[in-house]
Structure formats: C-alpha cells, structure tokens
C-alpha cells in the first residue's frame, strides 16, 4: 500500500531521542526501582477548584460542539490576560483556543509555510518542531544557540540564515530543553530582522510564567510586531494541566481568520468542559500556580549546585523553565552512552538532548517536576555512577 511521502519527516532522530525513556518507563512497570527524569511531567496536581469546575461543567450538559475557535468568555480572559502582562490590547477574536500548544504550532505552520519555504529555528529546539514545519512543506533551517552564548542565538546567526525562501522565524522563550530565556536586546534585533525582511515571528511561550530572576518578554510588544507576531501558550506546565490539552494562539485579526478555517476541519473546537474549566484555571490562578515556580526555583539550585560540583561534569542553572541541562562532556562519554549506562547502574532515566539540536550535544535534560525525595535520591545516584567512571577532572 502506498503512504504520503510526508509520513517520513514524522519520524527519526527526533522519535528516537525517547528510547531511553520508553526502555525506563517500561522496567519500571515491570516493577523495577526507576526514577524517571526523561519526560516533563511534574509533580504539582491540577487545582482541584479546576478539576470540579471540569465535573460541574459535565454535570450541566456542557457536552454539545463547542464554538470553533474557543467559548467567548474563555478567548476574553486569554486577551485579559495577554493585555495585563504585555500591555498590548489584544482583542478576543485574535485568540484561538486550541489541543495544546503542539495543536497551535502545527496550526500556525500550516497556515504560513508553502512548500519549498523556509522557517528559521534556533537549536536547541523542542523535538517536534522539524516534522511540524515539514507538514507544512516547510524547509527548517537551523540556527546555533551555543551553551557558552547560554544557548542563546545571535541576532547576527539569524540575519545570515535569511535567504529569499524565507517566510518566518520559529523560537520558544524560555527554551525546551535549555531553560534559556531571550532577553531583550536579542528580541529586538530578531524583531528587526522580521520587519526588514517581512517575516512571520512565531513565539512559543509555554514556559513564560516560569522564569528565575530573567525577564519574560513576548516579542509581540516591539515595534513593528502587531502584524506579524504570533503568541502561543497553554496551560500545560504553568497550571499542570498538560493531560487536559487547553492552549492558544494569539495573532493578528487575518490570521486568526484563516486558524479558525482550519480548526473547523481539524478538530472541531475543544471540548466545553474543558473550557470552562480553564477559565477557573486562569481566574484562580493568572500567573500560574503560585508554589510551582519558588519549588522549581529551589530544585534548579540544589540539583545543579550538586551535580556541578561533581568531577567531569557541569550543570548551569536554567534561567527559565522545569529542566536542567547536564553538560558530561567532561567524563568522556557521549551523553548517550551516559544516559545507557546510568540507567542500567542506577535505576535513573535522563533525556539525551543532542537530537534537539547540535548545540545541545553532549548534554542530558534532568525534569524538575520531580517531587523533593525523588529529585534528591535521583542526585545522588548519578554521584555514584559518576563515581564508577575512570577518569580526573580537575574542578
């Protein structure tokens, strides 16, 4: 039987970056004493105000087709929100609620890339933008974003990708795996390099409410960028609800035309329950769930305050997000190998992160949402297995 060629850019070295977790989740089922550090779950439960609001939505008959780009009063606390915290006025007929973020990014490439266009990402990248530009027919171009820049890009890398396929730049702020959040100065010249050469600016803030003493900046607010910055969030990390699939994308009044369209022979809208629940989400809880960021931020200083102090290895804290970036370059072994071999010794499952992107080679990505016994019992059996290793570093 014959398939889509496009079903091969769903695959490779970005599927395959998951088998040291598949392998771990899978022995712990068997009952083996495995901690997973691999996969971004976290510890924190979904408020449980949320989860009731979810069963009285049900219990009301909220189960008929929901409005295709999100309920009204859900799309006017989204634009509420957007305005508080960037001082932009943003309608709610420019929101367009969506199945997560993932649904959002796919949505917003398909509706910018034509085939043989180029979008630029900085790597590190998330593991699912490649085959999300390339469904789109979309070429990814790749920028560098080195861990000595602290895997930042520079305006310059960027300007020097540019060719004349190119149709828009892809980022996410802070960064998933590296933590990294763009500051300012780097935004505004990305931002520059958007209007000089009419470009799209698609900024992935997932992340946005978790940040440590880094200032979160959407590109939206800079000069120029109302016509062609794209924002897309969810509730997924900031209010642990990564299970229920609520996100959005906030764009310009043409697009979310065209994203509405699209929706309407996709999915059909999101569920209403869902919805409404979401709106308790972000009434109750607007910048997040208030324990998570002080209890990521005390972890990402004890966990790399720990591991960095560890011969052959180097654990930067992250400036933003839930995961910290173990450099073993020191140790001699690929982080592949190091991942394999600290699995089957100690029982901990890490993420190696070179399929994310070059820059990211030789780095594991630990989870923060890990609760405090586990993080600590998982710390320690990496300074064991560290330990085992023939080899002196100096630190």
Known sequence: ?????????????????????????????????????????????????????????????????????????????????????????????????????????????????????????????????????????????????????????????????????????????????????????????????????????????????????????????LPGMDSRAVTISSLSKSHAMAGWRLGWAIVPMELAGHLGRLILCGTYGSPTFIQDAAIVALQENPDGLADMKPTYEDRRLRVCGFLDKLPGLSCKPPQGGMFAMLDVRGTGLSAQEYATRLLDDQGVATLPTTPFGPSATGFLRLNLGVEDVLLDDAIERIAAFNGTLNFFTAK
């Open 1 to 221: 039987m014959k398939y889509a060629d496009r079903v091969d850019s769903f695959c490779g070295e970005a599927t395959d970056a998951w088998d040291i977790h598949v392998t771990a989740a899978q022995r712990k089922s068997e009952g083996q004493d495995i901690i997973l550090l691999s996969v971004g779950n976290t510890d924190f439960e979904t408020p449980e105000p949320v989860v009731e609001a979810a069963y009285n939505s049900l219990l009301r008959g909220r189960t008929n087709y929901p409005t295709i780009s999100g309920e009204l009063d859900l799309r006017q606390v989204i634009a509420e929100r957007h305005s508080r915290k960037t001082g932009l006025q943003v309608s709610p007929d420019q929101v367009l609620v969506t199945l997560g973020a993932q649904h959002a990014l796919y949505n917003v490439a398909q509706c910018l890339l034509d085939p043989g266009c180029e979008a630029i990402v900085p790597e590190p990248m998330y593991l699912t933008y490649p085959a999300t530009i390339n469904a789109a027919g979309g070429d990814i171009v790749r920028v560098a974003s080195r861990a000595e820049n602290d895997f930042h890009p520079t305006v310059e890398d960027i300007a020097s990708a540019i060719t004349d396929k190119t149709r828009a730049i892809f980022f996410a702020t802070p960064n998933n795996p590296t933590g990294a959040v763009y500051p300012r100065k780097l935004l505004e010249g990305i931002a520059e390099l958007c209007c000089e050469h009419d470009l799209w600016l698609v900024s992935d803030e997932v992340y946005g409410d978790i940040t440590y003493g880094y200032e979160h900046i959407s590109p939206a607010i």
